[in-house]
């Protein structure tokens, strides 16, 4: 495939038709109009094409990437579900798109942004509701940056309480991003390890608790996909030492409408509307990892908070910037305004009943590709899963087979290739997430598929290691092809 500078030729422009040498504008140029100084010395070095050879041009590119409307993504932990098309109509309304973000601050200002302060007062609402926790913050632009937030106000709850607090435990289950947010925070990082099923095990938290332990994060469902039974008796043992609670809720996905984090005691907790609230996941972006507290850490939010005046005649909703405790704005402007509509039109649209069935089709859909699946692959914790379940290639070690081998032969057939190495605790591991939004008959052929592969790796070992054999590159030094990228248009 060409690129757009190599397809380029002179004056090929827009949807007019060549204009001829000899038309009256032919003499026009930038010079009759702009001072000397402000002329370029040399004209821009810009593509020059119609409008059709650019719409063919990101057309064929757009098929060369993979994308979830074209194609089912089993990618574990990370939630690559269909987001629905309403909500990218809600978020592209003009009058949203056109406002400009420093409008707020101008004299009169707020007047000219009443709608979107209320898109913002009314999905902290109702993810507030949808969570029983006390206030939310949308500020934080990624699940990472919501769980440093989270680990932020935490570090300001007890320094307000002068606690002397120097660490927070993280399971050997959570996400990677857990204890480098903790670490960025400031704290020392321990290591809970699960037990045999998979499980965080109150008795051993018992041991790694004193009265320095700031917090515990605690994803839930954990990376394994597996529901933590234990949560109560965690609750209770980390209270007895003054340690706030942090739920990781990236994946809301497997209990939105059926587990509240706040009644069960839970102080902090992040959301990844990038993977639940309809705005896609991956490519690099935006995203956003809302973060909710409960009322004692109300105070320390990021400013500035949208508040609601119930006795004034004008502007029913403005910004608050008096707030002495908190920690202050942690992204620039109001964090990713488009993804905050997505969500709001996606809570609004599914309502609660829908929501908790999407909770339900999620973890149905996962329950069944497991049962399809675990007479040819272990799953090491087979209990019923959550939303997503990690499965071990280690049966077909032997013939030389191994988990990566057998994402790649997925490649061929048409699937993106499901996570993999990933969480660490499983050998040879292979995860799979198949969202709420996927068909039986989706779910059916994909599992089709890997069965046959996996016939093929007890038959045929050898063919796996060339795969993928059909996409325009072969297999590739993954680590190299990432660090030392060589871009070409030679595809
Ligand atoms: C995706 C994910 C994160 C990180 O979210 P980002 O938006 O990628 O920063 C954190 N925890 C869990 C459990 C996740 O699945």
Not at 297 to 313: I, M
Request: one cysteine or more; a negative charge; hydrophobic letters at 40%.
């Amino acid at each position: 495939m060409k690129t757009v500078f190599a397809q380029s030729r002179p004056n090929r422009q827009g949807v007019m038709p060549a204009r001829p040498a000899s038309s009256k504008f032919s003499g026009v140029t930038a010079a009759m109009f702009l001072p000397e100084e402000l002329l370029r010395k040399t004209p821009p070095a810009l593509p020059q094409l119609a409008e059709l050879d650019v719409v063919r041009h990101f057309t064929g590119l757009s098929r060369l990437n993979y994308s979830v409307d074209g194609n089912f993504y089993p990618l574990g932990s990370c939630t690559m579900k269909y987001n629905p098309k309403f909500a990218e109509v809600a978020a592209a309304l003009p009058g949203f798109t056109a406002a400009h973000p420093l409008l707020a601050q101008l004299p009169g200002g707020e007047d000219m942004v009443q709608g979107s302060l209320e898109v913002i007062w009314e999905t902290e609402k109702l993810l507030c509701e949808l969570n029983g926790m006390d206030a939310f913050t949308l500020q934080p632009m990624a699940g990472a940056q919501g769980e440093l937030t989270g680990a932020l106000l935490i570090a300001a709850y007890h320094k307000a309480k002068n606690n002397k607090k120097t660490k927070i435990i993280c399971p050997d289950s959570a996400h990677g991003t857990n204890p480098a947010s903790a670490a960025l925070a400031g704290y020392e990082v321990i290591n809970l390890k699960s037990r045999d099923d998979g499980l965080v095990d109150p008795d051993a938290l018992a041991e790694l608790l004193d009265d320095e332990v700031a917090a515990l994060m605690m994803t839930c469902p954990n990376t394994l996909g597996l529901f933590e039974k234990h949560l109560p008796a965690l609750v209770q043992k980390l209270r007895a030492v003054d340690a706030l609670l942090y739920y990781d809720g990236a994946n809301l996905n497997a209990i939105m409408g059926r587990m509240r984090v706040g009644d069960v005691g839970f102080d902090v907790v992040h959301l990844n509307l990038h993977k639940t609230m309809s705005t896609p996941h991956g490519g690099g972006g935006p995203g956003s990892g809302p973060v909710g507290v409960s009322a004692r850490l109300t105070p320390f939010l990021p400013g500035p908070r949208v508040v609601k005046n119930t006795g004034s005649a004008d502007s029913t909703f403005a910004l608050n910037y008096d707030l002495p405790q908190s920690i202050g704005q942690v992204t620039p402007f109001y964090g990713h305004f488009g993804v905050y509509i997505k969500a709001l039109a996606y809570l609004l649209r599914l309502g609660g009943e829908g929501l908790s069935r999407a909770s339900d089709y999620a973890v149905l859909n996962a329950n069944y590709m497991r049962k399809r699946l675990e007479n040819h692959l272990a799953v090491p914790y087979s209990d019923l899963c959550m939303h997503e379940f990690a499965a071990s290639a280690t049966a077909y070690e032997a013939s030389g087979v191994r988990a990566l081998d057998i994402a790649k032969a997925l490649l061929d057939k048409g699937y993106h290739a499901p996570t993999i190495y990933f969480p660490l605790i499983v050998k040879e591991c292979l995860m799979f997430e198949p969202t709420e939004t996927e068909s039986k008959e989706t779910l059916d052929r994909f599992c089709d598929d890997l069965l046959n592969i996996l016939e093929q790796a007890r038959k045929d070992p050898d063919a796996l290691h060339a795969a993928p054999v059909s996409l325009p590159v072969r297999r590739l030094d993954e680590t190299r092809a990432a660090r030392e990228m060589v871009l070409s248009d030679e595809l």
